[in-house]
């Protein structure tokens, strides 16, 4: 039904158009307490499915990536499509609208996306009352970066303040460097600053009572040398482990005229075009820390035997971002029904 009716009608709407429209009927549904109509038609669960990463009990290894729920807004009715966990954010201190529109672009003879969003939210106080309402149980992680005002050398600022806002609400952490849509904020992915960032942050986190799985999202775009230095970093700052990968400035493989991607202009690429890379930076950092930290894989993820190929190459954990929107809220129970066979 999503294929044939649903998408087709949305897929007639501008990107954020239809994302309005999609999540307007998702708060309808939790307004209305009829969430209950989605976990009847998509939920999936069994015990086989169940991982414990990070010290938690994931009912199921298939999560929402971050980006569609910027603002914890439809937790409930995400969590009731079946995913195992959901991550919220791109979260920032302040509101900002992001960059000007347009900003996202289907690329549909590719499965594709290119969105320069810039991190657009209500900010982490509005996102913070958004998580006290919530009624599900669903393990959530929130994603967390800079405002685009603020300046690289005052960045942990803004992480350190999303941080504690957000501590008693989520029960793990994404460190978001690796977007391209903020000037110059891949910077932060150089080793020093980095390192410098993370272990502000292990700090504050260990002077609590009970500290919280850190993660650093990362991009594909690292070079092997970077991604030793990643590997470096995660062991040494002793973080919980690493998200790969983010959105990718590349634009190889497209079958699209390479004047009309240009004129699309700037903003990083998701969908098919990035599975293959996405995995490969899974196993090199798998192969190369020898296992030492757990991995969630996200990138191009849109059957089961996408995330099937990415759980092989040593992710403990998938999410699914823009799969989920061109096959619909039936991705998980299709991954999850496979996994099982």
């Known amino acids: 039904m999503y294929r044939y009716i649903i998408r087709p009608l949305l897929f007639f709407k501008q990107p954020e158009q239809a994302h309005a429209i999609t999540f307007g009927l998702l708060k309808a549904l939790q307004k209305l307490n009829l969430t209950f109509l989605l976990k009847w038609i998509y939920g999936f669960e069994d015990i ?22 910027k603002d914890a807004e439809v937790i409930d009715a995400l969590a009731s499509v079946g ?37 657009n939210n209500q900010g982490v106080d509005v996102c913070v009352e958004q998580l006290k309402n919530r009624k599900s149980n669903v393990i ?7 405002n685009k005002v603020t300046p690289n050398e005052d960045a942990i600022l803004d992480y350190q303040y ?51 799985p850190i993660l650093l ?15 470096e970093i995660v062991i040494d700052t002793q973080i919980a482990g690493v998200v790969a990968t983010n959105t990718t400035i590349a634009r190889e493989p497209l079958s699209y005229d390479k004047a009309y991607i240009e004129s699309l202009g700037a903003g990083g690429l998701s969908g098919k075009p990035l599975t293959k890379r996405s995995t490969e930076v899974i196993r090199y950092l798998h192969q190369k820390s020898n296992g030492k930290f757990p991995i969630i894989g996200v990138g191009g993820i849109f059957t089961a035997e996408d995330a099937i190929e990415k759980l092989e190459a040593g992710a403990s954990l ?3 971002y823009t799969g989920f929107i061109y096959q619909g809220p039936a991705i998980v129970k299709q991954i999850n029904k496979k996994l099982l066979r």
Do not use: C, W
Not at 56 to 66: E, H, T
Not at 88 to 107: M, S
């Open 48 to 69: 086989r499915l169940h991982r414990r990463v990070f010290g938690f009990d994931f009912p199921n290894p298939v999560g929402l990536a971050a980006g569609l729920d």
């Open 83 to 119: 995913f195992g966990f959901v991550e919220i954010g791109t979260v920032t201190p302040k509101a900002q609208p992001g960059n000007p529109k347009p900003r996202a672009f289907r690329l549909t003879n590719d499965s594709a996306l290119i969105n320069r969003m810039g991190f």
């Open 140 to 146: 959530v992680g929130g994603n967390i970066g800079k």
């Open 162 to 212: 999303a941080f504690e806002q957000m501590f008693e609400h989520v029960d793990y952490f994404v460190v978001n460097v690796s977007s391209p849509n903020t000037p110059n904020l891949r910077d932060l992915q150089e080793k020093e600053p980095l390192k410098q960032l993370l272990n502000q942050l292990q700090n504050l986190n260990n002077s609590k009572p009970q500290s919280k």
């Open 217 to 231: 999202k990362i991009a594909p775009d690292l070079t092997d040398t970077q991604l030793d230095d990643i590997i």
């Open 318 to 320: 998938v999410q699914v």
